[in-house]
């Protein structure tokens, strides 16, 4: 079995009530009652939490309430919000003294602290190109590679970034063995 750690869900809620306040009611109701539990409440940080329930199941119903199905759009929308929340503060200061290919390498340490099981690896990088993948991650779904995809680019913007392009090269949820990314940027 898959879990997610409580950091990596919170701001799926959060996203709801920013862009959505009116409807997060309509969330909560068309979610199961295991995944309405656990958007409901208080989401505890360092609590692993079952996946479909804590982090699919609730994607799933953010993309069909409010991006009409379009998996990449939602996915990498939040992913988006998540890492802009995660990352502001006092880590802001950490994103502008380092380097993005240091900022993928520090992704790559705490990635298995959200995910579990699981694994990122870079596999090659230079000034202004990196490529990283996912190695392990049970069964990985499009809206997950999507999901991260989003975090990666928002870290990366906010790391300095200019012209930044990821593209997915390879993908676990379409039957590859790991799912792979390439960023570039100017």
């Not at 991260?148 to 990366?156: D, F, K, P, R, S």
């Amino acid at each position: 079995m898959m879990y997610v750690k409580g950091t990596a869900i919170k701001s799926i809620p959060q996203f709801v009530k920013f862009y959505h306040p009116d409807k997060f009611a309509n969330f909560l109701d068309s979610l199961s009652e295991s995944s309405k539990q656990i958007m409901g409440e208080v989401i505890i940080i360092n609590y692993w939490y079952p996946i479909y329930e804590a982090y699919y199941f609730p994607l799933e119903a953010i993309r069909t309430l409010f991006f009409e199905g379009d998996t990449q759009k939602c996915a990498t929308n939040i992913g988006r919000f998540s890492a802009q929340t995660a990352l502001t503060g006092i880590y802001k200061i950490f994103l502008k003294l380092g380097s993005p290919n240091h900022i993928i390498q520090r992704a790559t340490k705490i990635f298995s602290t959200y995910f579990n099981p699981a694994h990122l690896v870079v596999v090659d990088h230079s000034h202004k190109n990196c490529v990283f993948r996912v190695t392990e991650f049970g069964k990985m779904q499009e809206i997950a590679e999507y999901n991260i995809l989003g975090w990666c680019e928002m870290a990366l913007e906010l790391s300095g970034c200019k012209n930044l392009k990821i593209q997915i090269l390879s993908s676990i949820s379409s039957g590859d063995p790991y799912t792979e990314y390439r960023a570039s940027w100017a």
